[in-house]
């Protein structure tokens, strides 16, 4: 069962964020921070699996709740408020509107997996972004995965599989960043 916080957004509003503890008991000390999509909040089964799942691989992984959804509203907010939390490339089917001017300042080590039909943001669009970005980004690919990484039907491998995957990639990916750091 994950363990509930409220985590200040702005001086006026706070949200709901569920801290999913690491099954291992020497977890590397490392957190993943996890944002939901439009159409879900942090309670949804693709959130609640894929946090659940990475704790039992040895990871912290913590997952909150946009402003409007904690407020129980179906409209994401506008993009200000959308951005004080977390937010993606661009919008779906406007990718000269990228949102990643931030990304620069970020001077931590960074993994982005996209699925390779993402309508928000494509690899292929994401590559020259992170090219340039201090330390180097890291780039998972899902195969065939959309948004959300869903395969289409008939993919030769199943969701479930395609899930297990990124999870394993992310904590491979965040115990080696462990590593690295402790060894500075």
């Not at 913590?62 to 904690?70: A, D, K, P, V, W």
């Not at 409209?75 to 661009?90: F, G, K």
């Not at 779906?92 to 960074?110: C, E, I, N, T, Y």
């Amino acid at each position: 069962m994950p363990e509930s916080l409220r985590v200040g957004v702005s001086p006026q509003q706070t949200t709901t964020a569920l801290v999913y503890h690491a099954a291992a008991k020497n977890p590397p000390g490392v957190t993943l921070i996890l944002g939901h999509g439009a159409g879900a909040s942090q309670t949804s089964s693709f959130m609640t699996s894929f946090a659940s799942g990475l704790a039992d691989r040895g990871i912290d992984a913590i997952t909150f709740n946009f402003l409007y959804s904690e407020q129980g509203r179906r409209l994401p907010d506008p993009n200000d408020r959308l951005e004080a939390c977390w937010y993606p490339l661009h919008p779906p089917g406007k990718p000269d509107r990228f949102r990643s001017a931030h990304l620069p300042d970020v001077k931590a080590p960074m993994l982005f997996v996209q699925g390779s039909r993402d309508a928000f943001g494509t690899p292929d669009e994401l590559r020259p972004i992170i090219a340039p970005l201090e330390p180097p980004a890291d780039l998972y690919i899902v195969e065939g995965g959309d948004h959300s990484f869903k395969v289409r039907k008939g993919a030769a491998v199943s969701q479930d599989d395609v899930h297990r995957a990124i999870q394993d990639h992310i904590a491979a990916w965040l115990r080696k960043i462990a590593v690295v750091r402790r060894a500075r």
